[in-house]
T-cell receptor, first 115, second 115 residues
Framework: SAVISQKPSRDICQRGTSLTIQCQVD?????MFWYRQQPGQSLTLIAT?????????ESGFVIDKFPISRPNLTFSTLTVSNMSPEDSSIYLC????????????FGSGTRLTVV | AQKITQTQPGMFVQEKEAVTLDCTYD???????LFWYKQPSSGEMIFLIY??????QNATEGRYSLNFQKARKSANLVISASQLGDSAMYFC????????????FGKGTTLSVSS
């Protein structure tokens, strides 16, 4: 099955700054998905990233706040811009994983704290 | 729009007992997939089991089984012979069966297993 390397695993950032999260997959995948998990909550889809086109954002998420890059079929980044304490969450990337049947594989997550 | 409902915020079970975690869903699609994931305190997302909407038999994976009742739109997870290591958050999720579709998650159930 696919393996995703997600970096950083955690960070503490000052409000007003930006953080870029990276996900590297060990195989080529068409779509990558970015999720946010606020403390004690479920996973909420931020956007879907397709290589070669702009990401598709879910309601409540905008490109200026969460710009995404997808330069090739194995890599994507999510930037959390102009951070506030409300952005403190776990951010996860995910891909469909045909090797697991219908399963999806997730990165290990980035635990972000904004102070 | 698709929706997943998990009504049990927390469940408590003793070691070696079985436990059922409830999940109901809503979709107008005929073809869809249902998933269960486990998230321990480390934050990683662990795929447990999958059920396709056209699968006639309930899915099983080791100690995990999915009680799929299509007419009731329910997909309950049954964990047999609970172990201390089963203590975690459990998420029910679904997707329609089109390529490139992200998972939509329920709010989750926290399972606590005691000795």
């Amino acid at each position: 099955s696919a393996v995703i390397s997600q970096k950083p695993s955690r960070d503490i950032c000052q409000r007003g700054t930006s953080l870029t999260i990276q996900c590297q997959v060990d195989s080529q995948v068409t779509m990558m998905f970015w999720y946010r998990q606020q403390p004690g909550q479920s996973l909420t889809l931020i956007a879907t990233a397709n290589q070669g086109s702009e990401a598709t954002y879910e309601s409540g998420f905008v490109i200026d706040k969460f710009p995404i890059s997808r330069p090739n079929l194995t890599f994507s980044t999510l930037t959390v811009s102009n951070m506030s304490p409300e952005d403190s969450s776990i951010y996860l990337c995910s891909v469909e994983d045909p090797a697991r049947g219908y399963g999806y594989t997730f990165g290990s997550g980035t635990r972000l704290t904004v102070v | 729009a698709q929706k997943i409902t998990q009504t049990q915020p927390g469940m408590f079970v003793q070691e070696k007992e079985a436990v059922t975690l409830d999940c109901t869903y809503d979709t107008s699609d005929q073809s869809y997939g249902l998933f269960w994931y486990k998230q321990p305190s480390s934050g990683e997302m662990i795929f447990l089991i999958y059920q396709g909407s056209y699968d006639e038999q309930n899915a099983t994976e080791g100690r995990y089984s999915l009680n799929f009742q299509k007419a009731r739109k329910s997909a309950n997870l049954v964990i047999s012979a609970s172990q201390l290591g089963d203590s975690a958050m459990y998420f029910c999720a679904m997707r329609d069966n089109q390529a490139g579709t992200a998972l939509i998650f329920g709010k989750g159930t926290t399972l606590s297993v005691s000795s």
